[in-house]
């Protein structure tokens, strides 16, 4: 059972910079597809980022395009979202999940999700 865990949400202002984490365990595929969502109240689940766990490749939405990337420590099991260039509308419960190899913008294409952390970007 895949297992996954958020952390670093929190209160910045725009322009700030933010990383949040999200450590996995359980996984026992080599290659797999490490997912970041972000959800805001009324408004459907969307897609922010993606990482081929050990292969590199990395996706992201137009939306954060340039400010905003996801890494992987493998050591730790961990993903990182590292977040730039901060806006108020960034600001929402941030999901990571655990998808195969073939996931990547659809939430439904995920098998495993964390518990989600809020950050919140104030002007």
């Known amino acids: 059972q895949v297992q996954l865990v958020e952390s670093g949400g929190g209160s910045v202002q725009t322009g700030d910079s933010l990383r949040i984490s999200c450590a996995a365990s359980?996984?026992?595929?080599?290659?797999?597809?490490m997912g970041w969502f972000r959800q805001t109240p009324g408004k459907e689940r969307e897609f922010v980022a993606a990482s081929t766990w050990n292969v590199g490749g990395t996706y992201y939405a137009n939306s954060v395009k340039g400010r905003f990337t996801v890494s992987e420590d493998n050591t730790t099991n961990t993903v990182y979202l590292q977040m730039n260039s901060l806006k108020p509308e960034d600001t929402a419960v941030y999901y990571c999940a655990d998808g195969g190899i073939r996931a990547r913008a659809d939430p439904n294409e995920y098998d495993y999700w964390g518990q989600g952390t809020q950050v919140t970007v104030s002007s």
């Open positions: 359980g996984r026992t595929d080599s290659v797999y597809v």
